[in-house]
């Protein structure tokens, strides 16, 4: 790293910056959110009923969660596709460690993977930013070895099945209305933003806009990042508890997903390179997607043109917030596929 | 510096020259020749339902199987046989058996795999089993079969990933091994034998039917699909369309679900909240099937009847859940019958040209015979493994 | 590592040629791993009582470097322009599937050139959305992927259409121990190393991804160039859509997603020493790094590694040798 930062963006305050960035960047989403909200009250006037409508978040809740740990990362400046994979290990595992040991209490095998989790996004985290390789390689390895290695350990499916006890908080109800799968979310979705406004939260998005000003200004950025990864890496061992409890055991549970965080933050507006946008905007990004899942599958669209309607949607809305505020981003300087170093 | 980089493409086009100039015929084994004979296959276009292959598979189902009632793996249906002597292995010494395999992409393969490779343990004769996994990719299994016709295997099983692709690479292999195939099929019929189960029209159409009895007409149908443009599922639906469409059931949706279990739930809860009610699920295979009835279970509301398959945790569900149901199978037995047909071709006996396996369906009454306990969730009954030796344990089960 | 950011960026092109020739060593270094893996791997199935330099083995190395090569080539082009790939899967799908079902009615030149327009049609669709509606690539490309994911699954049941025994010559003929299509792939990437290194829309390509805002601003039209090496790609990947179906013999729907082309492509191109954000690498070390994972593959066949397992080994050779790039562009810098 050599010293060639100009002045200007060095002086510059960051929470200045992150405030105009969430505001700028997030508004589109939120009217995606609104218009597909609508549009699935038009095409289904049940849809807000309590019941339905936390049937719809709990099914939302493990992209959310996704969200906004690849948010944490991506605003940090990085990527990390490892988390589809993690999801699928989380869910063949947990089946797994029931197999040898059906009695193991619902926690106890929850707090295991949530543990796993962080240490593969310690893992990631230390390959990106000690060994120097791009995250989007680190973590495209980590997929490959996470899926390789689960399977060539359980010889191909898993030995045990995921009890109830386990199951709830991905399918059962506290209270005998609210899904517990909604809690998580919050909790989760209250925990990103409490995040965010700390001094963590500044820090993260100040490495991601610039590695060297915030490097300069005393930011340790490699403990920084390491610590997005391992927070994206509870957040995806914690989607995979609630998507192995919502659904069961499956040997894929988790594919695509990687695809569908990153899609979903930076539907919220979240600049990939680094340094802008917010995490509720991220968040609704995940919930739109989610909207437009449900209001594809209500509308009867032809099974084979989902794909096809949902790519266009997705370019269309991202290039929608990307033409309205194109102006305020002219500071970018990072190319727009790849990390910055 | 920039002819250093010059000199990489450079030795590359130079080395190309040379052997250019050394050896530019077409070499005898290039499938030039073969593919002459490319117009004998049907070129068939799996867009279209076939009607007469749906009579056969119709008339199959009904058709009794020749061979042992108690191994179904060695039974066949209306075999005509072909004539094996030129294949007689000569001299003595161990068996080279070389397998080709698509891939273990998904519990069924997986469960296949190691079905045959316990059929394997089960010949002494077999000295060495040679397998290569084309991971899912066309082109590898491709240049997998092509490095397998050079390791002096004795006769070769080839289960190919996709039905038109292999043709013309098993068409090169036919001319140095005997080769088997097995699972779906190839265009040429250059293979000794192509061992399979009676098909995916059979199948389908099992399902409806159950489906076309036991829910009253005007019922509202569901059919839950894993993904377009795979052939075999692609028949199965068709024959299933062709008894919906005879019947009084109102298919009202027809969904894919890409075999994502948690996807296969939410399709099934909007379905029931946007009809009011389902009153029979239609499955084109059963990975999803429990996620189904659980969305049912979810929403308070009975389990209609419903199709799955052989997996175990739909059985288990089936028997706790007390559900209608039915599981067509498309058997994993059916990956033990290529090592057995291998044997009986080196042996110089005769085999089927098409080597066609029953396909039995897990109804109410026999339930009980195919559900093993302790097995684990992803296994398919219908393995035919249940006295070979090894077994619960190297199929992940408990006793 | 960023010593290179320039203060006035005044002549970009002169710059990024000297910049790229002084990173060579990332293209020399994978032709070393490469030869290392094949040694290691002679060694090893030598070992293991099997012969690895058989004219049979050969040939299967060769033959299966094709296809992620062109893909990798054409990926190489949008990723130095700082952009990024990832509809390749769906496109070969369909080229295949253009390419055998125009052959089977009509003329092999014909459905070269369908396939090639098609090809065409979609990378500057990808580059229009990339530039003109500023959408990230890595969101632009996924969405045409799923756009063009849709149109096969609306239009294809399975594999269809018939590649005549003329053009299947291209995936099966040998010279000696060399298939016929490796100079297919020869070809092409020599033709891209040229564009690359020797005409200006090379350099700007060079330039744009080194720094686009530096290179915008000395006159460089960097839209114009990020849309052309999106065209770039996608002839490559029609090139490796129209070889699969000579190898094939018809169009397959999911050629190129099974084989996950996307991923294993941009890790090739990085395992080639170019760098993901944009600016440095090359066509040579690209070739190189589908070599590594080709022999790796061939390597596992002959050893018959269980194929979870393989993933395990892929994906730490990915990482370690991206690793070792790291450490030897810091220490340079340093």
Redesign the interface.
Known sequence: MTTTADATTANQPAPHRRIAAALGTGAPVYGLLVVLLLALALTDPGFYEPDRFLAFVKRAAPLVILAAGQYLVIVSGEFDLSVGAIVTAGVVVAAELYGSFPEAAWLVVTLALLLGGAVVGLVNGLISTALRVPSFITTLGMMLILEGAVFYWTGGSPHGSLPEGFRALGRGTAFGWLPWAVLACLAAGGLAFWLMRSDFGRTLIATGDSERTAALAGVRVHRVRIIAFVLSGVAAALAAVLVGGFSGVSAQAGRGLEFEAITAVVLGGVVLGGGRGSVVAAMAGAFSLQALFTLLNLQGVSGALESTVQGFIVIAAVGLGAADFSRLRRRRHSSPGGTPS | MNRRRLLVPAAALCAGALLASCSSDAPPDSPAGASKSADTSDGKDSKFFEQAEYDRQMKLMDTEPEGPDAKPWEQMLEPEMTDTAEYKKKGSGGTHLCFSNAGVFNPWRQVGLKTMKAEVKQHKEITKFTELDAQGKDDKQISDIQELTGKGCDALIVSPNTTATLTPAVKEACGKVPVIVFDRGVETDCAVTFVNPIGGYAYGAVAADFLVDKVKPKGKILALRISPGVDVLENRWSAAKVAFDKSELDVVDVKFTDGDTSKAKSIVADAISRHGQIDGVWMDSGATAVAAVEAFEDAGVDVPPITGEDQQDFLEAWKDKKLTAIAPAYPTFQWRTPVIAALRILDGKQVPKEWKLPQPTVTQDTLDTYLEDGMPPLHYAMCGCDKMPGFPEAWGGKK | ???T?L?PPQPPVKHSAVRA??L?DP??GV?LAALAVTLLGWLVVTLDGGTFF????I??IL??CV?LGLVAVGQTA??LT???DLSVAYLIGLGTLVAAETM?SGSVFGAILMVLALSAAVGLANGL??TG????????T??????L??????N?????G?VP?SF??L????????PVS??LL?AV??AL?VLL?HTRLGHHMYAT?G???AARLSGVRTRRTVVLAHVLCSLCVGAAALF?AS????G????GT??RYD?ES??AV?LGGT?????RG?V?GT?GGVLVLAVL?SVF?QL?V???????????V??AA??LY??R??RR?A
Do not use: C
């Not at chain 3, 959408?135 to 632009?140: G, P, S």
């Not at chain 3, 996924?142 to 756009?147: H, M, N, P, S």
């Not at chain 3, 994911?149 to 609306?154: L, N, S, V």
């Not at chain 3, 760098?275 to 600016?279: M, S, T, Y």
């Open positions: 590592m960023t010593d950011a203060a020739s002084r060579t293209a020399v032709w058989s004219r049979a083995n040939v299967v033959s299966n296809a949008v990723i700082g952009s990024l089977e959305v990339v509606l500023k959408v990230n690539a890595f969101i632009a996924l969405g045409t992927g799923f756009i994911r849709g149109w096969i699954e609306d294809y049941t399975g594999p269809a018939k025994a299947q010559r995936g099966y003929d040998r010279i000696g121990p060399v490796v100079f020869v990437a020599l190393w290194k991804g720094d686009e805002h699969l190898r094939l013999g018809a397959a729907p999911w050629a099974e084989a991923l941009i890790a990085v760098v993901l954000a944009g600016g090359g040579a070739l593959d066949n018959s269980d194929p979870f397992f393989k993933n395990v080994v892929r994906g730490v990915i990482i991206v690793a790291a450490r562009g810091s810098s």
